[in-house]
């Protein structure tokens, strides 16, 4: 079965920088769109960002716009976000995803794999 597991998150200040990895296992990792979401305590479900499957689309949320980057590593079957000048409003649990679908560029939510989420929490 295909898993993905996320790692990175912690406690940081605001203005500081982490960065989450996902590992997928039980599936090919080429070929499927990856992305990140989050939760906020109280709040819905937000986009963050995706990769598609070649690693030349990508797509961010308003919010996280030209702070965070999201890149892939084939070889190493991983997804990372790269999250930069954090404020206490980037606090949230971060979860990978990744699309069903061979050889698109958009993860699906409804239609995803899902990981088990890390916590990221920012400190004013």
């Known amino acids: 079965q295909v898993q993905l597991v996320e790692s990175g998150g912690g406690l940081v200040q605001a203005g500081g920088s982490l960065r989450l990895s996902c590992t997928v296992s039980g599936r090919t990792f080429s070929g499927y769109a990856m992305g990140w979401f989050r939760r906020a305590p109280g709040k819905e479900r937000e986009f963050v960002a995706d990769?598609?499957?070649?690693?030349?689309?990508?797509s961010y949320g308003d919010s996280v716009k030209g702070r965070f980057t999201i890149s892939r590593d084939n070889a190493r079957n991983t997804v990372y976000l790269q999250m930069n000048s954090l404020n206490p409003e980037d606090t949230a649990i971060y979860y990978c995803?990744?699309?069903?679908?061979?050889?698109?560029?958009?993860?699906?939510?409804?239609?995803?794999?899902w990981g088990q989420g890390t916590q990221v929490t920012v400190s004013s």
């Open positions: 990769i598609g499957w070649s690693g030349v689309t990508t």
């Open positions: 995803a990744t699309d069903r679908q061979y050889h698109t560029s958009r993860v699906y939510p409804k239609s995803a794999y």
